[in-house]
């Protein structure tokens, strides 16, 4: 183990300790579990009144603030539409959002605060730190997380379910995509350029397996997420002659990547995990280098997708907020938010909107279908509810910016992979 992973494992065990102490040392919460609503349902945490409450915990101003404004407005969206439709067995839901700013003790103190007032959270941005609440969330609370946070190490909860492939699966098939659409072959050495933490790691497992599976070589970058200037581990890779690079961390990083590996003439294909990029990066001088060599691996198909799901959700959110950018992070924030309303349905006709009652509701449903490619299993908690992942492209002169190159599938080396 790198001095680097040890403090930064080290510093997720420090987050994780200060829940819950601060769990442990907050006022013991009113045993509500057992009330019952005038139509005979059970309600407990989150409900009051008429209202049934949700938190997101968002990144506003960090490394994925344009992401981040993107999924809160489109789970506001889904929240408006769902209470126009009558709400959820009588109630309205609210979504209260507070952002962490991509920084750790925002996070931390974000849920802290959240989460005795809401009966779950259908956001929450960041890997490392649903990591660091997630011993907590298993233990005490118990409250529905369903994050936009895609790490392999949150796998195993029945409270906190990743929609769609991880970090690690979404890898695997991103390199068969250079294999089978780039011309990587046995005996080729490819970079991956990754953030510290859970995502970067859980990515890089994916990136190890399908180079071991394949005789590749992963010639690895390991950097913060701080780290906006790529100059310094292009120059690594090119040294050591990689033929292409995988990238997980922000579209920061992925804007200076390509930009600085086009204008020094290092031409090989990049290939990022589905939140290193965003379209206005198409706006700005590493635009052309983008458009011709850069890719994302994703969990659903874009924004822009051609099914009347995705045609109808690009109308209802361009009505809702016009003149804000079209991109991946409002398909991530529907769906999350669509997962939680369809658990908070069928809790309701069980009768019971508890935190169990829906966390129960969600692991009942196997066909998730929205129209954005995937169908979601919510059934196992161990595994993704997704193997498949599509690949894409950026493309300006598309809805979204990102076109469809390969679509949804899992590649065999995804369907047999143990994390």
């Known amino acids: 183990m790198t001095t680097t992973t040890y403090a930064t494992r080290t510093a997720a065990g420090a987050l994780a300790a200060l829940l819950l102490l601060a769990g442990c040392s907050s006022k013991a919460k009113d045993d509500d579990s057992g ?9 407990g945490e989150g409900i009051s009144g008429k209202t049934i409450a949700l938190g997101a ?7 994925y603030a344009t992401l981040g404004k993107s999924v809160t407005q489109a789970q506001q969206l889904y929240v408006k539409q769902l209470n126009a439709a009558g709400g959820v067995c009588g109630y309205q839901v609210a979504l209260t959002v507070r952002d962490h700013g991509y920084d750790p003790q925002k996070a931390v103190s974000g849920y802290t605060e959240l989460e005795p007032k809401v009966l779950g959270f259908a956001q929450f941005i960041g890997s490392p730190f649903v990591a660091a609440v997630k011993q907590r969330v298993d233990g005490q609370d118990k409250g529905l997380v369903l994050p936009q946070a895609w790490s392999a190490a949150l796998l195993g909860s029945p409270y906190i379910r990743v929609i769609g492939s991880t970090y690690d699966i979404e890898t695997i098939n991103a390199v068969d995509f250079l294999i089978k659409e780039k011309g990587i072959k046995k005996g080729d050495s490819i970079g991956h350029v990754y953030f510290e933490g859970d995502y970067g790691e859980s990515a890089l497992a994916g990136s190890k397996h399908m180079a ?18 790529m100059t310094a581990q292009v120059a690594a890779l090119k040294r050591a002659g990689v033929k292409a690079i995988v990238l997980s961390a922000g579209p920061r990083q992925a804007a200076s990547l390509v930009g600085v590996a086009a204008a020094g003439g290092f031409d090989v294909p990049v290939i990022g995990n589905n939140s290193a990029f965003a379209p206005q990066l198409l706006a700005t001088q590493a635009g052309p280098a983008l458009t011709k060599n850069y890719y994302v691996g994703s969990p659903s198909l874009p924004i822009g997708a051609d099914t009347p799901e995705a045609e109808k959700l690009v109308a209802d959110y361009r009505a809702a907020y016009p003149g804000d950018a079209l991109d991946n992070g409002i398909v991530a924030g529907w769906t999350a938010a669509s997962a939680f309303g369809e658990a908070l349905k069928k809790a309701c006709k069980n009768k019971d909107l508890t935190r169990e009652g829906v966390d129960r509701a969600l692991l009942t449903i196997n066909d998730f279908d929205l129209g954005f490619g995937p169908v979601q299993d ?20 598309v809805t979204g910016g990102m076109k469809v190159v390969r679509e949804a599938q899992a590649s065999e080396a995804a369907k047999t992979y143990k994390p």
């Open 212 to 229: 071991k599976e394949a005789g590749l070589t992963v010639v690895e970058q390991k950097i913060k997420p701080t780290d906006n200037d």
């Open 57 to 63: 915990l968002t990144d506003m101003t960090g490394v």
């Open 35 to 43: 009330k019952q609503s005038a139509g005979g349902i059970k309600t």
């Open 378 to 397: 919510f059934t196992d908690p161990k595994s993704a509810s997704s193997r498949e992942s599509v690949i894409l492209r950026p493309d300006k002169s």
